[in-house]
């Protein structure tokens, strides 16, 4: 199976900053993406950034200039940079693998981590 463990969420203040992590590990022939949401209490889990195998990183308009998404392929890891950290980005962050398995043929699959909380205080 594949495994999907995000790290590094925690309690700051308004203004500070915080750094979150997620690697990907089991049977997998290669990820295609991986990315960064979030599900604030009563709403539904939004995208906050992605990151392409070969580089690409796509932003949320919130996210866009304030966060920064960043990756290590040989580790299968993503990064997310989050600074300006503003109350309303307190929600829990979810990392999520778009990976190629061989099951018989190649199939694409995605695996959701557990999530991290985000707490920012005003």
């Known amino acids: 199976q594949v495994q999907v463990v995000e790290s590094g969420g925690g309690l700051v203040q308004t203004g500070g900053s915080l750094s979150l992590s997620c690697k990907a590990s089991?049977?997998?022939?290669?990820?295609?993406?991986m990315g960064w949401y979030r599900q604030a209490p009563g709403r539904q889990r939004e995208l906050v950034a992605t990151?392409?195998?070969?580089?690409?990183?796509h932003y949320a308009d919130t996210a866009e200039g304030r966060f920064t998404i960043s990756g290590n392929n040989a580790e299968n890891t993503i990064y997310l940079q989050m600074n300006s950290l503003k109350f309303e980005d307190t929600a829990v962050y979810y990392c999520?693998?778009?990976?190629?398995?061989?099951?018989?043929?190649?199939?694409?699959?995605?695996?959701w981590g557990q999530g991290t909380q985000v707490t920012v205080s005003s």
């Open positions: 089991g049977r997998f022939v290669s990820i295609n993406a």
């Open positions: 999520k693998a778009d990976v190629n398995r061989r099951v018989v043929a190649i199939v694409r699959a995605e695996y």
């Open positions: 990151l392409t195998r070969d580089g690409s990183a």
